[in-house]
């Protein structure tokens, strides 16, 4: 990788200073950009390790929320949030391997927002809030595309707040190789309906199967998906499959993950 | 250059690095320590999971500086006090669970940290925490057998005459 | 029952103590005094032109020592390929130049096209990036069928076409089999593709060249299965560097799988830049580096037919096969799609007439070369996937189809110009439906049913050709080299034993398993013998391990080598006990005249071969050491029966192997724990080949599995518990162990095992499917049974690949 100066502020107001600087970069767990950097696909002059900021890595319930601070593992989730919210503590527990949950961030992936990775169909389907240094962002409105969100310049994500649901379930086919989600549907059974989201199978990353959401708001049930089926145009085409055979996908796994929860 | 200071196997050990350098390159090129193994550049094969602080990385995926003052474990740091092997260690000799050699500091450094969360795992639990440590030698069979005898779990003897 | 140590023993591996504690010394662990860093900077397209190289500005970098191109190595020879093939018409195969780095054009993705040496990794890569390369894109041919047509573009100017050869074999039986074929009773004909796959080791490969200038001699250490072979193709081909100047040491070894047999590029750079520059010179391949570097293995499409008459007995059979060589051609990639595939299309049965033929073809891909098993599991594959087929064709079973056709009497002589010593495979059939428990099957289906999921058992046979093989049969068929192997055994005054082997252990154990041996053949503890290996400068001579030859053919030369120390042994000791030689009986490590209690330690006689103070001189010299070469009468002929069960999820088309049981015939087992890993390792490959793996290109060259995020790595959670079983032995008749060798079997049988379970669990579900390409994702499946979409450029699809036959 090219080199870069490497920072570990003790302060929030110490990074979001440092982050001021051009070329410029957080460092989260690491997970992703390291790899990235090793590929010298990010150039960064600047690394700021987010690990020495104090209260940035916990899971707090309270009432019917749950919040994770942005530095939390993704082990620490799923260890911590078990009995809260099992749906999003099952889905940390089967990111990545142990070892990359031991240091991968729930902030990290959030920022980054990988077609293919977990967390966002969970924020997404809970209807979760994204709180950074500046202001809290609704899920609806964070995701805008593959690798895109609605982070500004400078932003720091400090922390996940879920509305915890009903019921929840999410269920991953694993893309053979990389073992990341070729598709996942994270299905949350809220107070005011259902909510169904979708990761890995399209180009425009993790969305909402509004049809699926509004089947199952009127019936919680699997049967409620029959003749239901995810449109195949704007799906991920792959050597590992087709945008139809996403779509396909879409539908058996949010069935299993309604199955799951009835 | 930073100069970076950790614990490595119970000795504190220090060296200059880049802010680029990688635990495992701190590891292998400073330290000259290099039983951890570098397999791939995606962080995918497990050949270079050591401990830091207790908990399983891989060591392709963390940079030395962020492991200053810390408590790293590798698998030189594995044998018994008296330089026996550990038992794990043992465990993989007895049930032939590694040919090549080459993976196998990560998958005793990954069964290590298996078995600390999960005194007993059952076979497929074995196999799905094993899903970060890739072997192309032997099948998963015997590494998967070797770390159920290690947590003290009966396993079929190896094959005999 | 053996004793701990000898033959038949599962003795635990000695050489695990280092790997297990971190102790181990492999290539990438060795760090030479001043040594500097290359990198390579290798062709991002698939076929082009190179206009010019600037390197003024890389060569003003920091740390930069020299900037290496094509015209640094206008000396040199080319990469040699180890293995010449005649064409049908006597014309020998087109062997195009394989420069160390390109002269003018690129032919495929990752092509080295310059070097750049410096003080660090870093740096020489930061410098890669100031490297000014001017390359005209040309167009790219990626498919065989295509690349065979007029007008396709051609890969090399310099050839006449993109046709290596066109073999045919046994060109004899041509007619007869043509003939047989058109007036048989039903003939069963498949197309299908072995896919495309690369070896991954876990190691990758790592090369530190070193030049000794007061001695004028180099060292080359490298991740090699045998460094001799690399020493005299580089020395005498590459680099003109005579063997007593050149030293080739592979030490520990992090797998090979056939990927570290050829002689590569940057193992000749890096002894030749480390003269250059009067320093050592060091490479380490990234993962990503090796997916485009190391030699491919298997991508052959092929057109099978079977011919039975009406009592369903075979009457011949006809294959025609497209074979993809990549760009260059490797050491041995001529050999594999033929005389390692043409000569096994017999199988286990007793078809009279057998006709193959091959083209191969020069695409802009890697160059492919032998992977575990190279040539036997692509015939395997074949034959067991159309055997299968016929018999559901015919309505019959699988089972008995196999057991009507099985060859029963040994030696039995093939139409493919092999014969086979020995087998019993109604033997190796029975054992695997007991310990498969293919009875119980219906039970197991209906539970799958209750769980919503389809079920299916497979079942293939196999036969290899190994311990490759008798020097004079190979100079015949095309080879450049002999394929004996040698070892030195060496005894200590005190009685102690080293072996010097010319094969090479990269995970195989050979440290255990030979030493079990000779401490057999003398009757003492296998802690008394030591095995070195990997140093041409302490080995006489060695051909190295592929084709399952280390116990069959360097085995054997170790036997060879102790049955002479023993012979002079037990004369030292006759002289000593004032017998003769002939009355002197050697047992558990003592000397003792026949019917009498007069008896020497091994340890007494040893110490008199070097203490000659009361020794016959004059007959007999001092010393206690012997070298052996050993060159095989025959190939042996390890065979086995394995049955594979699946379960299908008819929603998601993802197949999971629910059972795996392999019954093989090793001949005799030297270690039963390290033959049994052999095997469970090579199931797992033959399994990843069939359901996960596949090396995959666009139609423009660019390698799409080109990381372990594309290409489909095996892991735990893809198997279960293997039931793997060698206790049928027929013994080879022609090595002194009576052993066949083990170390590809489980790639060979597994494929087709797992392709006809997977069809068959279609099949019970009313899915009349006649073939599945392999990797069968769960796409493939889905799409087969559905009939939607499969994925995009994993493979083409059979109707584009076809041979067109």
Redesign the interface.
């Given at each position: 990788m090219y080199d870069f100066e490497f920072m570990k502020p003790s302060s929030l107001d110490e990074a979001v200073a440092a982050l001021a600087e051009e070329d410029a970069q957080l460092l989260a767990g690491g997970q992703t950009l390291l790899p990235t950097m090793k590929q010298r696909l990010a150039m960064p002059s600047k690394l700021i390790s987010l690990k020495d900021i104090p209260d940035f890595s916990y899971v707090k319930a309270e009432g019917d929320t749950l919040t994770i601070g942005g530095g939390t593992t993704h082990r620490q989730v799923s260890e911590e949030a078990e009995s809260a919210f099992p749906g999003l503590a099952s889905l940390a527990g089967r990111i990545g391997d142990p070892a990359v949950r031991n240091r991968g961030t729930i902030g990290g992936s959030l920022a980054n927002n990988d077609p293919a990775a977990c967390y966002p169909a969970a924020v997404l389907a809970t209807g979760a809030t994204v709180i950074t240094n500046r202001r809290e962002i609704p899920a609806d409105e964070y995701f805008q595309g593959m690798f895109t969100t609605a982070l500004d310049e400078g932003e720091i994500i400090t922390a996940v707040r879920f509305p915890i649901p009903e019921a929840s379930r999410y269920e991953k086919f694993a893309q053979p190789a990389s073992r990341f989600p070729m598709v996942a549907c994270f299905v949350a059974k809220m107070n005011g309906g259902v909510r169904v989201a979708v990761t890995g199978a399209s180009e425009e990353g993790v969305f909402r199967w509004s049809e699926a959401e509004e089947a199952l708001t009127a019936t919680f049930s699997a049967d409620a998906l029959e003749g239901l089926a995810h449109p195949a145009n704007g799906m991920i085409s792959d050597i590992h499959g087709s945008g139809e055979y996403r779509a396909h996908l879409i539908g058996v796994m949010t069935k299993r993950a309604v199955l799951h929860l009835t | 250059m930073t100069k970076v200071t950790m614990n490595v196997n119970g000795r504190s050990r220090s060296g200059e690095v880049e802010g680029r350098t990688l635990l495992v390159q701190f590891l292998r090129e400073t330290l000259s320590m290099t039983g951890t193994h570098v397999g791939c550049d995606t962080s995918q094969c497990g050949a270079c999971v050591v401990h830091v602080d207790g908990q399983a990385v891989k060591s392709c995926t963390m940079l030395a500086l962020e492991a200053d003052g810390a408590e790293v474990t590798t698998i030189e740091g594995m044998t018994n006090a008296d330089g026996s092997l550990g038992v794990i260690q043992q465990a993989f000799q007895d049930y032939h669970g590694l040919q090549c050699g080459f993976c196998t500091p990560g998958m005793v450094m990954s069964a290590k940290a298996l078995l600390a969360e999960n005194p007993k795992p059952s076979e497929e639990e074995i196999r799905e925490y094993l899903e970060g440590n890739i072997c192309r030698c032997t099948g998963y069979h015997n590494i998967v057998k070797a770390i159920m005898a290690a947590s003290g779990q009966q396993v079929e003897p190896v094959a005999a005459e | 029952?053996?004793k701990d140590g000898g033959i038949?023993?599962?003795t635990?591996?000695r050489?695990?103590?280092?790997?297990?504690?971190?102790?181990?010394?492999?290539t990438?662990?060795i760090?030479l005094p001043g040594q500097a860093y290359v990198h390579f900077v290798r062709s991002d397209v698939a076929h082009g032109r190179i206009r010019s190289i600037d390197p003024s500005t890389a060569e003003g970098m920091p740390g930069v020592l020299k900037v290496f191109t094509s015209k640094d190595f206008e000396a040199a020879g080319g990469i040699p390929c180890g293995w010449q093939i005649t064409s049908r018409d006597g014309s020998v195969m087109q062997e195009p130049k394989h420069p160390i780095l390109a002269e003018g054009v690129v032919r495929h993705v990752g092509d080295p096209i310059a070097a750049i040496v410096a003080k660090s990794r870093?740096q020489a890569?930061?410098a890669a990036?100031a490297l000014e390369i001017d390359i005209e894109e040309l167009p790219a041919v990626m498919n065989m069928r295509e690349a065979l047509k007029d007008g396709a573009p051609q890969v090399h100017d310099s050839l006449d076409s993109n046709l290596c050869f066109d073999w045919g074999f046994v060109e004899e039986n041509r007619e007869a089999v043509d003939t047989a074929i058109r007036e048989a009773a039903h003939v069963t004909t498949l197309e299908l593709v072995n896919n495309r796959l690369i070896a991954?080791?876990?190691?990758?490969r790592v090369a530190i060249g070193a030049y000794d200038m007061a001695a004028d001699s180099h060292t080359l250490y490298t991740t090699s299965q045998n460094p001799h072979v690399i020493r005299l193709l580089m020395g005498a081909f590459v680099l003109n560097i005579p063997e007593h100047k050149l030293r080739v040491v592979a030490p520990?070894?992090?797998?090979g799988?056939g990927s570290k047999i050829y002689h590569y590029a940057e193992e000749a750079f890096c002894t030749y830049a480390a003269k250059v520059l009067r320093r050592p010179v060091k490479w380490t391949s990234?993962?990503?580096e090796a997916f485009m570097s190391d030699a491919h293995g298997r991508d052959h499409v092929t057109k099978i037919e079977l011919a039975l008459d009406a009592d369903h007995n075979f009457t011949a059979l006809r294959t025609e096969t497209h074979a993809n060589m990549g760009a260059y051609l490797s050491t041995f990639a001529p050999a594999v799609p033929t005389w390692l595939h043409g000569t096994l299309m017999a199988g286990n049965y007793r078809t009279p007439l057998v006709y193959v033929n091959v083209k191969a073809v020069f695409t802009n891909t890697v160059p492919v070369d032998a992977y575990r098993g190279a040539g036997r599991p692509e015939a395997t594959f074949q034959l067991e996937r159309v055997v299968d087929k016929a018999a559901r064709e015919l309505g019959i079973d699988p089972v008995e189809l196999r057991r009507k056709n099985f060859i029963t009497e040994f030696p039995y002589a093939t139409p493919v110009a092999v014969e086979y010593d020995t087998g019993d495979y109604h033997a190796t059939l029975d054992k695997v439906l007991e310990i498969s428990d293919w009875a119980g099957f219906d039970a197991r289906l209906e539970k799958s049913r209750a769980r919503g999921k389809l079920r299916g058992i497979g079942l293939a046979h196999y036969i290899e050709a190994c311990g490759i093989a008798p020097s004079n049969l190979v100079g015949q068929l095309g080879a450049r080299a002999g394929l004996f192997e040698s070892a030195t055994v060496r005894v200590n005054a005190t009685g102690g034993i080293t072996v010097m082997t010319g094969s090479h252990s990269?995970?195989?154990?050979h440290a255990t398993t030979f030493a079990q041996v000779v401490a057999d053949m003398i009757g003492i503890d296998a802690s008394q013998v030591e095995i070195s290996h990997g140093d041409t400068a302490n080995t006489p001579m060695g051909m190295g391990t592929y084709g399952s030859r280390s116990i069959a053919v360097g085995g054997s030369a170790m036997v060879k080598a102790t049955e002479k120390i023993i012979a002079k042994a037990r004369k030292i000791a006759a002289h000593m006990l004032e017998a003769s030689a002939d009355d002197i009986e050697l047992k558990d490590g003592a000397f003792t005249v026949a019917g009498t209690d007069k008896s020497l330690n091994w340890g007494d006689v040893t110490l008199a071969a070097y203490v000659p103070h009361n020794y016959p001189l004059d007959e007999i010299e001092p010393g206690l050491e012997e070298t052996a070469f050993y060159d095989p009468a025959n190939f042996t002929f390890p065979s086995g029966a394995y049955v594979c069960e699946v379960e299908v999820d008819p929603?998601?088309g993802?197949v999971e192997v629910q059972g795996f049981a392999a019954a093989d015939d090793f001949g005799n087992v030297i270690n039963?724990?390290?033959?049994?890993?052999?095997v469970?390792?090579?199931?797992?490959?033959g399994i990843g080949q069939a359901l996960?793996e596949?090396c995959?290109y666009d139609d423009d060259g660019q390698l799409?599995?080109a990381?372990?995020?594309?290409?489909?790595?095996?892991?735990?959670?893809d198997?279960p518990?293997?039931k793997?079983d060698?206790s049928c032995r027929t013994p080879c008749t022609h090595n002194p162990l009576g052993v066949k060798g083990c170390g590809e079997a489980?790639a060979i049988g597994s494929p087709p095992a797992v392709v006809n379970a997977v069809i068959d669990a279609l099949h019970r579900a009313g899915h009349e499917i006649p073939h599945i390409d392999m990797p069968m994702?769960?796409?493939r499946v889905?799409?087969a049974i559905?009939g939607?979409?499969?994925?995009?450029?994993?493979g083409e699809t059979m109707e584009e690949r076809s041979v067109g036959a």
């Open positions: - | - | 029952m053996p038949g023993a599962s635990k591996r050489e695990d103590v280092r790997f297990l504690t971190g102790t181990g010394r492999y990438d662990d760090n870093e890569r930061d990036e991954n080791p876990m190691e990758p520990d070894v992090g797998g799988f990234s993962r990503s990269h995970g195989q154990g929603e998601t993802k039963p724990m390290i033959v049994e890993g052999q469970q390792g090579g199931l797992a490959q996960l596949a995959a799409l599995s990381s372990y995020m594309d290409y489909a790595m095996p892991r735990a959670y198997f518990m293997f793997v060698s489980g994702t769960p796409n889905w799409s559905h939607g979409a499969g994925p995009d450029k994993d």
